[in-house]
């Protein structure tokens, strides 16, 4: 089967920038998206990486290293809007995605 | 553009009773659509795929008897949860692609519908 692991819970600074970081156990996958969720809400498309590397769009930037079987997400220039949750997910063939536990992000003044 | 919506937002119920859940895209048609359950302070467990016109996709675990799914249209999938007891109680939250003009890796997810069961 497939398992994701990311950090429970971080805390940062406004205007700070943090990585949330994701390890994977898979057998085959397409690519690895970011989700964003507030509580109660929706989860929201952030980012994704079919291919090792970094790639940015705006304040966030996601990578990839399939080789180590890890990738993260980078916020930059925190604000307190930042604070949410955050979910790695593996897309595999048929456009599945396989969430990760999750990571709280909590953005302090 | 690419919005889903579900109705009902919140729905409470008494147990042994069966509580029906749509989701629609608004601007887009979605030949498949994705069921997910989420607990308080948990991650998103796909329970099944909704693939429009023949029968859904159940992920391991999941009772296909009690989730029953219906993909009747190209913008309408609905859950319905078959005697409901107090641990269905959850967030339920469908996706949706749009195969046209969304990006293949791109997922549109509904707002949810929270369902407790009494």
């Known amino acids: 089967g497939q398992s994701l692991e990311q950090p429970s819970e971080v805390t940062a600074v406004e205007g700070a920038i943090v990585q949330i970081n994701c390890t994977y156990q898979t057998s085959g996958f397409y690519g690895l998206s970011w989700y964003q969720q507030h509580d109660g809400g929706a989860p929201t498309f952030l980012s994704y990486n079919g291919l090792d590397g970094l790639e940015e769009t705006g304040r966030f930037s996601s990578f990839l290293s399939r080789s180590d079987s890890y990738g993260y997400l980078l916020l930059q220039e925190l604000q307190m809007k930042d604070s949410a949750s955050y979910f790695c997910?593996?897309?595999?063939?048929?456009?599945?995605?396989?969430f990760g536990s999750g990571t709280r992000l909590l953005v302090r003044p | 553009g690419a919005v889903v919506s579900q109705h009902p937002s919140r729905v409470i119920c008494k147990s042994g009773t069966s509580v029906k859940i749509e989701c629609r895209s608004l601007?887009?048609?979605?030949?498949?659509m994705f069921w997910y359950r989420q607990f308080p302070k948990q991650s998103l467990m796909l329970m099944a795929t909704?693939?429009?016109?023949?029968?859904?996709?159940?992920e391991q675990g999941v009772e296909k008897d009690k989730f029953l799914i219906n993909h009747a249209s190209l913008t309408l999938s609905t859950l319905t949860v078959t005697s409901a007891h107090p641990e269905d109680s959850s967030f339920y939250i469908c996706?949706?692609?749009?195969?046209?003009?969304?990006?293949?890796?791109?997922?549109?997810f509904g707002p949810g519908t929270r369902l407790t069961v009494t």
């Open positions: 909704s693939n429009e016109g023949s029968k859904a996709t159940y």
């Open positions: 997910a593996l897309m595999d063939s048929s456009y599945k995605l396989i």
């Open positions: 996706s949706a692609r749009d195969p046209i003009k969304g990006e293949h890796y791109e997922q549109y």
């Open positions: 601007d887009f048609q979605a030949t498949t």
